[in-house]
């Protein structure tokens, strides 16, 4: 059957089989089907959508277009965690080591920043010499030796999305449900491990702009997930203000070793009490989730987390002496703060705007390929819905010039205002089956 039949049944509403997805991605994949008419059936899945089986089939097929990582000599429950992206979420910097420490293996392939959002691998790159780039048996042997490695994804992981997503980027095909979760999870599962822990974020600073839109989503991961045999989870994260205070990368890392110190922000804290025991019950440590979130509390306070994110920065390659000696990270040499002009209550009505600043600083990517600078970045000293008083300190912005600073601080206040009477807090967290 040839490819224009795909399309134009998909065109009509029709469902696609098995075969003809496969056969779509194969082709696709081998230089065989052209960009115009894969274009063309992107568009048609965009309008008219597609069923769970459909996305399920789609899934495995662009999982199946590389290498599966073969993690089976890792003894236990691997557990893997994904975020959809956000503003200063540093999540995976505390629970990743918070897991281990509570003799999770977890075995994890991050991703770039890109936009406004951050992304882990550049956060780890912040720290001195550390390493995003093992190769699949470092990789391995350190999660056994450690309980914990975070890499890049290889070369050879999913080929059929890196081509799929570089086309639905330039054809109006990004925002789609089923693109996107196929895409996320075609990832997932060629990484190979045994449960997924999602964070599905919406919000002014995420990707999905409502939470139903996000919950959508994240039902379909969590049915692909469980198709596949894959113990699935998915917790549901309000990203209307960046979480903490910290927005760029080496200064992300600062707030996430405070908070392995014991030291998280409020908000950071509740995300970690609604994920970690997710994370933790995932791995089988234990069923409950009132004794998971004991044994991260038990974790964080002897030590054994913060060891944990030692020994990952040792065995890849980093300086471990950032820990206890911040100034070891890139320094900005200019500083600038920003004051409030009246008194009233912060409101935060543009969170990727402030993402945004750290992409005026240089600290965010417009392309996938530009480098970056991992030492700028902004400070909120104010939460949204905090009190302030005129001439108060509301953000530090940490920059490599004066014009970047001012850039970046006018963008700033354009994505926040100070009202008189005190806005509703965000809803932060919850686990989708609560
Ligand atoms: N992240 C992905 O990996 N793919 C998408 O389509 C969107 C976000």
Same mark, same amino acid.
């Given at each position: 059957?040839?490819?224009?039949?795909t399309?134009?049944?998909?065109?009509?509403g029709?469902?696609?089989?098995?075969?003809?997805?496969r056969?779509?991605?194969?082709?696709?994949?081998?230089?065989?089907?052209p960009?115009y008419?894969?274009?063309?059936l992107?568009?048609?899945?965009?309008l008219?959508g597609?069923?769970?089986?459909?996305?399920?089939?789609?899934?495995?097929a662009?999982?199946?277009?590389?290498?599966?990582?073969?993690?089976?000599?890792?003894?236990?429950?691997?557990v893997?965690?994904?975020?959809t992206?956000?503003?200063?979420d540093?999540?995976t910097?505390i629970?990743?080591?918070?897991?281990?420490?509570?003799?999770v293996p977890?075995?994890?392939?991050?991703?770039?920043?890109?936009?406004?959002t951050?992304?882990?691998?550049?956060?780890?790159?912040?720290?001195?010499?550390?390493?995003?780039?093992?190769?699949?048996?470092?990789?391995i042997?350190?999660v056994?030796?450690?309980?914990?490695?975070?890499?890049?994804?290889?070369?050879?992981?999913?080929?059929?999305?890196?081509?799929?997503?570089?086309l639905?980027?330039?054809t109006?095909?990004v925002e789609s449900?089923?693109?996107i &979760?196929?895409?996320?999870? +075609?990832?997932?599962?060629a990484a190979? /491990?045994?449960?997924?822990?999602? $964070?599905?974020? #919406? !919000?002014?600073?995420?990707?999905?702009?409502?939470?139903e839109?996000?919950?959508?989503?994240?039902?379909?991961?969590?049915?692909?997930?469980?198709?596949a045999?894959l113990k699935?989870?998915?917790v549901?994260?309000?990203?209307n203000?960046?979480?903490?205070?910290a927005?760029?990368n080496?200064i992300?890392?600062i707030e996430?070793?405070?908070?392995l110190?014991?030291?998280?922000p409020?908000d950071?804290?509740?995300?970690?009490?609604?994920?970690?025991?997710?994370?933790?019950?995932?791995?089988?440590?234990?069923?409950s989730?009132?004794?998971?979130w004991?044994? &991260?509390?038990?974790?964080? +306070?002897?030590?054994?987390?913060?060891? /944990?994110?030692?020994n990952?920065? $040792?065995a890849? #390659? !980093?300086?471990?002496?950032?820990?206890?000696?911040?100034?070891?990270?890139?320094?900005?040499?200019?500083k600038?703060e920003?004051?409030a002009?009246?008194?009233g209550?912060l409101?935060?009505?543009d969170?990727?705007?402030?993402?945004e600043?750290?992409?005026?600083?240089?600290?965010?990517r417009?392309?996938?390929e530009q480098?970056?600078d991992?030492?700028?970045?902004?400070?909120?000293?104010?939460?949204h819905?905090?009190?302030?008083?005129?001439?108060?300190?509301?953000a530090?912005?940490?920059?490599?010039s004066?014009h970047?600073?001012e850039?970046?601080?006018?963008?700033?206040?354009?994505?926040?205002?100070?009202a008189?009477?005190?806005p509703?807090?965000?809803?932060l967290?919850?686990s989708?089956d609560?």
């Amino acid at each position: 059957m040839s490819f224009i039949h795909t399309i134009e049944k998909k065109r009509d509403g029709g469902k696609l089989t098995g075969k003809e997805i496969r056969d779509f991605i194969t082709g696709y994949v081998s230089g065989g089907i052209p960009d115009y008419q894969v274009s063309a059936l992107l568009m048609a899945v965009y309008l008219n959508g597609c069923d769970n089986e459909e996305i399920f089939e789609l899934t495995m097929a662009m999982a199946e277009s590389g290498d599966i990582m073969d993690l089976k000599s890792i003894p236990g429950i691997k557990v893997d965690k994904h975020s959809t992206g956000g503003v200063g979420d540093k999540v995976t910097l505390i629970a990743a080591p918070v897991a281990a420490a509570c003799g999770v293996p977890v075995a994890k392939m991050s991703g770039r920043g890109l936009g406004f959002t951050g992304g882990t691998l550049d956060k780890l790159e912040a720290i001195p010499g550390f390493s995003v780039s093992l190769t699949e048996d470092e990789f391995i042997s350190q999660v056994k030796n450690t309980g914990l490695a975070i890499i890049g994804q290889t070369k050879t992981l999913a080929p059929a999305d890196k081509l799929l997503y570089a086309l639905r980027d330039v054809t109006g095909t990004v925002e789609s449900i089923p693109l996107i &979760a196929s895409s996320i999870m +075609s990832k997932k599962i060629a990484a190979g /491990s045994d449960a997924i822990v999602l $964070e599905v974020t #919406h !919000g002014t600073g995420a990707f999905m702009k409502d939470e139903e839109k996000a919950c959508a989503l994240a039902k379909i991961m969590l049915d692909i997930g469980r198709r596949a045999g894959l113990k699935m989870k998915a917790v549901i994260t309000d990203m209307n203000e960046p979480l903490g205070h910290a927005i760029g990368n080496s200064i992300e890392v600062i707030e996430a070793i405070e908070a392995l110190k014991g030291n998280a922000p409020p908000d950071v804290y509740e995300v970690m009490e609604v994920i970690l025991p997710e994370i933790i019950t995932a791995g089988g440590v234990t069923d409950s989730r009132e004794k998971a979130w004991e044994l &991260a509390c038990e974790a964080v +306070s002897s030590g054994k987390a913060l060891e /944990s994110f030692r020994n990952m920065i $040792e065995a890849q #390659h !980093g300086d471990p002496d950032v820990i206890d000696d911040y100034s070891l990270f890139p320094q900005s040499p200019v500083k600038l703060e920003v004051y409030a002009v009246r008194s009233g209550y912060l409101c935060v009505s543009d969170c990727a705007g402030i993402g945004e600043c750290v992409k005026l600083l240089g600290g965010g990517r417009v392309t996938k390929e530009q480098k970056i600078d991992l030492s700028v970045g902004l400070e909120m000293k104010i939460k949204h819905s905090g009190r302030v008083m005129k001439g108060d300190c509301l953000a530090e912005i940490y920059a490599r010039s004066d014009h970047e600073a001012e850039s970046a601080k006018n963008r700033f206040l354009e994505s926040v205002n100070i009202a008189d009477d005190e806005p509703a807090g965000n809803r932060l967290i919850y686990s989708l089956d609560d």
